[in-house]
């Protein structure tokens, strides 16, 4: 009983540290979400060029950092015209380039561990742009669409294709402060909450169960700890793999990755594990169903290819710069809630999630939250425009496993 305790109270604290990070991540990115329409970001991601990819990894940053809505939201970029390469690189920023994961890495592990997440996602993106252009077929990408088309549900399918945005004219700040843009942006936040949480409270528990109960001595041998350049070496090739097992999708990841850092990983091997929500298995089957088994295996290995080397050139380069954190200090928060600057954060964060929460259910947002599995055909529009799309799956996305 004592090991189940010691275990809850890490992940408990763990909590406690990152709430009103969430909040502020989740707000700024419904805010976003409100006022930036769908339409207008296929539009932008025709081809596969630098500028393009780069307006793809910034539309992705904007947008829903849950792993499984990521995957959705590009097979339907990807279907209504958006280029491959494209659709893939706005995938992988809006898991690994979004302010809320920048602000928990922060908080939990360093701004070392941001700055690394936030220079390796682009070269990410960059690795995978120039595997794509020497690997990536015409016949993979024509069979990949004929299977796209095809429209399986694979998880989170309503919340990708609902456009909540906004649709009145005027600048940005009133169509925000509008009464619309209240409510989209309240509607958003609760959705997001909802599409991530599963994730995230695993992530917790399970990291909090390595935390307790698996001896530092094993990650030590494993991430070969008391050899520097084999463990510089092992780091990266080994970190996905781990994420891989770990069925952990985007920011749950985090509670584990510090973890593994305090256990022996190299920073490399922490950046590519986080890289790595992408490949976790149930999204990896995801990936079969969308694109057919072919393309999951191509995505899979160049994804795989890329986050290495992205590993690599980070662990690398800040080595240089002698700005990797040194690994003893790295702490597990195990202190609970004291009144300290995290504290008042968290109160002013919860009172303006409380009040987006009020604003959701008042206004009708509890059926949508019941279409959050949808079909991935049906046009979702915010409530009280057009059509409300039918409800297929369960109410969050049909992901259990």
Not at 32 to 45: D, Y
Not at 88 to 101: G, H, K, P, R
Request: proline letters at 3%; aromatic letters at 10%; hydrophobic letters at 55%.
């Amino acid at each position: 009983m004592h090991a189940v305790l010691h275990a809850l109270s890490i992940a408990g604290s763990m909590t406690w540290e990152i709430t009103w990070a969430l909040i502020l991540g989740f707000a700024l990115s419904a805010v976003v979400q409100a006022v930036v329409r769908k339409s207008t970001i296929v539009a932008l991601l025709g081809d596969d060029r630098p500028r393009t990819l780069a307006v793809a990894a910034g539309l992705g940053a904007a947008s829903s950092s849950c792993s499984y809505a990521a995957v959705a939201l590009a097979r339907s970029l990807f279907r209504k015209g958006a280029n491959f390469t494209a659709a893939m690189a706005f995938e992988i920023a809006s898991t690994n380039l979004v302010v809320e994961l920048g602000v928990i890495l922060a908080l939990l592990m360093g701004w070392q561990f941001t700055a690394a997440e936030f220079i390796g996602g682009p070269i990410m993106i960059i690795m995978l742009a120039v595997l794509f252009r020497l690997f990536l077929r015409d016949k993979l990408v024509r069979q990949a669409r004929e299977q796209a088309e095809r429209g399986l549900a694979g998880s989170m399918e309503g919340h990708a294709t609902m456009d909540m945005s906004v649709h009145r004219e005027g600048s940005f700040t009133r169509r925000l402060f509008s009464r619309e843009g209240l409510t989209s942006t309240a509607h958003v936040f609760v959705m997001e909450w909802a599409a991530i949480l599963r994730d995230l409270v695993v992530g917790l528990l399970i990291a909090g169960a390595i935390a307790a109960w698996v001896p530092d001595s094993f990650w030590r041998t494993f991430f070969f700890d008391s050899h520097p350049l084999a463990s510089k070496l092992w780091g990266p090739l080994v970190g996905p793999l781990v994420a891989i097992a770990s069925f952990v999708c985007s920011i749950g990841n985090v509670p584990l990755a510090v973890v593994l850092w305090k256990g022996g990983i190299s920073f490399g091997g922490v950046v590519a594990f986080i890289f790595a929500d992408l490949l976790i298995l149930p999204i990896l089957n995801i990936y079969r169903k969308y694109y057919g088994a072919k393309t999951a295996a191509f995505l899979l290995g160049t994804f795989y290819l890329a986050m290495v080397i992205a590993g690599y050139i980070v662990e690398f380069a800040f080595d240089g710069l002698g700005l990797i954190p040194d690994q003893t200090d790295a702490k597990i928060p195990m202190e609970g809630i004291s009144w300290n600057y995290t504290t008042w954060l968290n109160i002013a964060f919860l009172t303006l999630a409380a009040a987006l929460l009020v604003r959701f259910v008042r206004t009708g947002g509890l059926s949508m939250l019941r279409m959050m599995g949808g079909s991935p055909d049906t046009g979702h529009d915010h409530p009280g425009h057009t059509q409300h799309p039918h409800e297929t799956g369960d109410a969050h996305g049909g992901h259990h496993h």
